[in-house]
């Protein structure tokens, strides 16, 4: 089979400077993220009048909303994880190119040089926080680029002209090893009251795919003397914002209320099995919740599960990502509730071409136009 190899193409607005990816997804796998190797295209003539150029790998991090921005104020934090001198060459080790630099080497020529970049391993993925219907500017969110300009040092302040942007986006795939069934049991005594009630709750898996429904079972043994009169499941989104002490967030994202099978009366039991299904399409202007890296052009969905090696290393991540599935029973003023709290994680699942390997000599190069980012 044979088909076109895919390569994407970001211009600086002079034209003089032009950086090729042959994709902007980098896939985590926990013992190390794929290596970002692409090749970057110079003008000889823009550059033999002395000028350098210098590539980075940029994680922005920004966590405040940018109308804020006001008498010096600034919610961004810019990290350069890599960085090397593209022209003039420096001396550096002898590397052999990767297939995809070898094919645009040949095609692009000799003014084409190529680079690599590796993530640090304590990188976050790539978040962004939803925005209101009525805010502009930048949302909070940590997002990468790869950096292009032209300048003396590798610190120096770019200009606009010479300078590209390119968003890329590291992300998480939902492993291939299912972990233990989610399952929980509850119960809540009554003062001066005799008996207990007992609440149960299973998932029926702990991993589930974007737009999968998920079935809560839930099991309710009232050995006490109080009336269960309704019951309600929702999905809860929790966003750890770990640059802040405080920086904790839940959002109800799914929800179902019920009151079939109720009342629950003293000595009865009620079996059933609720449905919900967090999605974006129900929270599209909801403020706050957490979406996948976007890159311009693209559609998001909610941000996945952060899966992490150890919980010694959450300090380190920009922000992380959890789902819940809660159950309330609500037995009046008087009763007050019983809530059960069952851990699950939300992942999109690996796509197939990701791993087929299709020989082509022919690069088909999609161009993207210079905006602010991305």
């Known amino acids: 089979m044979v088909a076109n ?17 042959g994709k902007r997804d980098f896939i985590d796998y926990l013992s190390g993220t794929e ?38 104020l600034n919610f961004q934090k810019d990290l350069y994880l890599a960085s090397e001198q593209i022209f003039p060459q420096v001396k550096k080790p002898e590397s052999n190119p990767t297939k995809l630099q070898d094919r645009l080497l040949r095609k692009l020529g000799t003014n084409a040089i190529p680079f690599n970049f590796t993530f640090p391993q304590c990188a976050p993925s790539s978040v962004t926080l939803q925005q209101g219907p009525d805010e502009i ?15 003396e040092t590798e610190t120096d302040l770019t200009h606009k002209r010479s300078t590209i942007m390119m968003g890329i986006r590291k992300i998480q795939y939902a492993p291939t090893k299912e972990g233990r069934q989610p399952c929980t049991v509850v119960r809540k005594d009554f003062l001066m009251s005799p008996g207990e009630l007992e609440l149960e ?8 795919k974007h737009g999968e429904p998920i079935a809560v079972n839930i099991c309710v043994r009232n050995n006490s003397n109080k009336v269960v009169k309704k019951i309600k499941t929702l999905v809860q989104q929790g966003i750890d914002v770990v640059i802040f002490q405080n920086g904790q967030f839940r959002t109800v994202i799914d929800a179902v209320e019920t009151q079939d099978g109720c009342p629950i009366n003293p000595g009865s039991t009620l079996q059933k099995v609720l449905y919900l299904k967090p999605e974006l399409g ?8 957490a979406l996948d890296g976007m890159i311009k052009r693209e559609e998001s969905e909610l941000a996945p599960s952060t899966l992490l090696t150890s919980p010694d290393v959450r300090d380190t991540f920009g922000i992380v990502v959890s789902y819940a599935i809660k159950v309330k029973l609500y037995l009046g003023a008087l009763g007050g509730e019983l809530t059960a709290e069952l851990p699950f994680i ?7 071409d990701r791993i087929k390997l299709v020989p082509t000599d022919s690069v088909m190069i999609e161009d993207i136009p210079h905006e602010k980012v991305g």
């Open 5 to 21: 190899f895919k390569v994407y193409k970001k211009c600086s607005p002079n034209g003089k400077l032009a950086v090729y990816l």
């Open 35 to 72: 290596p970002i190797d692409g090749v970057v295209l110079v003008d000889q003539d823009y550059v033999d009048s002395g000028r350098k150029v210098w590539c980075q790998l940029l994680c922005s991090f920004r966590y405040g909303r940018e109308e804020d921005e006001v008498m010096g």
């Open 137 to 151: 500017g930048e949302p909070c969110g940590v997002s990468y680029y790869v950096k292009v300009y032209c300048g």
């Open 201 to 208: 709750v299973t998932l029926d898996k702990q991993l589930y």
């Open 282 to 289: 129900n929270n599209k202007n909801r403020r706050g919740i």
């Open 346 to 352: 939300l992942m999109r699942s690996k796509p197939s």
